[in-house]
Each structure stands twice: as C-alpha cells, then as structure tokens.
C-alpha cells in the first residue's frame, strides 16, 4: 500500500472538495494556487509529500485556468517526489469535443487527456463522462464512476407512481435504461437534432408519456436549451409533471432564466461544478456526490476494488 494520503484541491470546487475530505477523515493539505499580476498560475506545496499517495481534486471546466491548475498541481506534486499522483476530475471539461464530425476540428478530450498523462498523473478518478469512449483516450488507469447510485436514492425516496424515464438523444440511452430499470419505470427517448453547437431542434417525444410524470436524465446541463425544449414537447405530450435531473451544472449563458421559466417542476444537479457564485432559482436542487468520490478516494488508496461503486 502507498504512503500516507494526502489530499489537494485547487480553485475550481474547494466546497466538494472539502466535503470529500470530511468524507475520508483526512484534511486538506496546504498548498498555495495563486496569480502573479498578470493573471499566471503560480502553485506552492507548503508541506513534505515526499513517498506520498496524493489526490488532487480538480474539475476542469472553463476557465481555462482550471485545466491549467490541474496540470501544474500535477507537476509540482510529481517534483515533490509523491510515490502516486491521482487526479479527481469530478466533470472533465472538453468531454464533448471526442471525435470529428466535420473536417479540421480538433480531439480536444485526447489532447486533455495526454496533457493530463504528461504532467505526471498516475491515475484518474472521474464521473459521468460526455461521452465513454475518452477512457481509451488515457494510457493510464482510470476509474469511470457513475452518479446515478445518488440520483436513484433520490427519486426512489420520492415514491413517484407511474414514471417514464426520458433519454435526451440516442447516446444517453445506455445511462437513461439503467436509472429507469432502478426506478422499475419506462422509458422513452427525445428524437431531437443539432444544427450547429449550444443549439437543438427537439423533432419528436419516442414513446408514451401520456398522464406520466416525466423524469429527464441527462449528464449534464450547459445552456438548458435542449432540457426546456424536451420539457414543453413532453408537457404538450400529455406529461403530468416534468422533473430533469443531469449530474454536471455547467449552467452557462441564460441556463438559469430559462430553467426559472420552464415548465420544469424541479432540476436536480450534482455539485460537481462549483454554483457558489451563481444564484440559482428555487426549482434547482443539489446533491453532493462527496461521499460517492471520498469513498472511491479511500479505496484506491487501499489499493481495494472501486467496481462495486460502478453498479
């Protein structure tokens, strides 16, 4: 077994981070990450990790900074002579830009994933990724958790009669057929097209919604576009209720507005975005997945099977 844990954090989610360190029963080591007055990343670990098995709790959505955080986090542990470097990435940012569609465009994903490598991680905890596929984009072990034990828990408590699971497009499916076979509920799909980035055409509701109350799975939310569109084709179906539940709150541009106008009785998120600085509408409810990542945290470091966590 490694060394003693020692458990970072950079800026992005220092409250999940805090909670996963309240979880393990070990408190977050000092490490200074600040700016220089031109706004560049400077990192300081102010104790000895020498022989250590470090976590570094990062999540990597824009600003860029994050990434960079990450990535400098990593090195400086790797120079610090930590005997394993994990990096947790509760959301991996530029999960969407996987493969090319059209001509000239970039694998941003792979190109994060090898920066990641690179630095000098010797592992990787993340969550609900975009798309599943960017596990082979490492050539280092990763651990693919799934959040859905936590939103299960959540609407099981509800006792929602009748309910019908509603998969955002085809590549959700997979997620969406597991949560709905929890829940004992159908499922139905939203047939729906992209025409350009940040914007959908919902063109039809696959399946029967009808006097149902309807629950959106989706991995995550960005401008909430698509979620309110799939909510009024589903209320104009014939629904009962509309709940959504998506596990990263990336909430950007006019997410929250259109959520406060949406037929949506409630939205529930996963904290695994910081929404401190975000004043979220009374329909938008957190879980926090702390305990889900402390635990997965303390298993790696006991060198342990992490798959029952997967289930």
């Known amino acids: 077994m490694p060394n003693k844990l020692k458990l970072f954090t950079g800026n992005s989610n220092r409250p999940l981070a805090q909670k996963i360190a309240d979880y393990v029963g070990v408190p977050l080591s000092q490490a200074d990450v600040t700016r220089f007055s031109d706004g560049e990343i400077f990192v300081q670990i102010n104790e000895n990790i020498r022989g250590m098995d470090v976590f570094i ?4 959505n824009p600003p860029a900074d994050n990434l960079m955080e990450l990535l400098i986090m990593i090195d400086a542990a790797l120079r610090a002579s ?4 994990t990096a947790v990435i509760p959301y991996f940012g530029y999960a969407r830009q996987d493969r090319k569609e059209q001509p000239r465009v970039p694998i941003t994903a792979k190109l994060v994933a090898n920066l990641i490598s690179t630095a000098g991680a010797n592992r990787v905890l993340t969550l609900d990724l975009h798309a599943s596929q960017i596990q082979g984009f490492f050539d280092i072990p990763l651990d693919h958790l799934y959040s859905n034990r936590v939103f299960n828990r959540y609407f099981l408590d509800m006792k929602i009669k009748d309910p019908v699971i509603i998969s955002p497009d085809l590549g959700s499916v997979r997620m969406v057929r597991s949560f709905a076979k929890a829940l004992d509920a159908s499922l139905a799909i939203v047939d729906k097209r992209r025409p350009s980035p940040n914007q959908s055409e919902i063109l039809n509701i696959v399946g029967e919604v009808q006097n149902k109350v309807a629950i959106i799975r989706d991995d995550m939310v960005d ?15 014939g629904a009962k209720e ?8 990336v909430l950007s541009g006019k997410a929250l507005e259109l959520v406060e106008q949406s037929c949506l009785k409630k939205l529930v998120v996963a904290d695994t975005i910081s929404t401190e600085n975000k004043k979220l509408p009374k329909k938008i ?8 990542f402390g635990e997965a945290i303390l298993r790696i470091h006991k060198e342990e099977s992490v798959s029952m966590l997967f289930d």
């Open 57 to 60: 709790i990062q999540s990597t």
């Open 223 to 237: 401008t909430a576009g698509t979620l309110t569109q799939a909510a009024e084709a589903l209320k104009e179906q």
């Open 242 to 249: 509309i709940y959504a539940c998506c596990t990263h709150a």
């Open 82 to 85: 930590a005997q394993r470097i």
């Open 285 to 292: 409810e957190i879980l926090s997945l702390a305990e889900l």
